[in-house]
């Protein structure tokens, strides 16, 4: 068993210190600190993408349509859904991409996850 505060953990720099929890052949876990002002800009990933808003409101938009993701709220993004992210007073989200990576996902010369 493994286990995580995702309250507790520290990530100063917010965007710039994403934390990966944990990461298989099956699906990455990765805690996002949004600090206040702080966005994810318009991107699109591989794999499906669950985003649950940990703590804070998360502005998020995908494909025209736009909703404010409080505590508690999940959503989910098919492979290749563009959609952006932004706090105005900071929030923390847990972010899951299964599988991973998924396929066409770039991974360069590095084979580890």
């Known amino acids: 068993m493994q ?11 917010g965007t710039r210190d994403p934390i990966v ?27 499906n993408a669950w985003i649950t808003v940990l703590d804070g409101e998360v502005e998020i938009d995908a ?11 999940l959503v989910r993004f098919e492979p290749g859904e563009r959609h952006s992210l932004r706090s105005d007073g900071g929030a923390r989200v847990l972010l899951l991409l299964a599988p ?4 066409g996902h770039y991974r360069g010369s590095d084979s580890s996850p």
């Open 3 to 13: 286990r995580w505060d995702l309250l507790d953990l520290d990530a100063p720099k």
């Open 21 to 47: 929890l944990h990461s298989d052949d099956g699906a990455r876990a990765v805690l996002i600190v949004l600090s206040p002002g702080q966005s994810l800009g318009e991107h699109q990933v591989n794999e």
């Open 63 to 73: 494909d025209g349509d736009s909703i404010n993701a409080t505590r508690g709220m």
């Open 100 to 103: 991973w990576p998924g396929e």
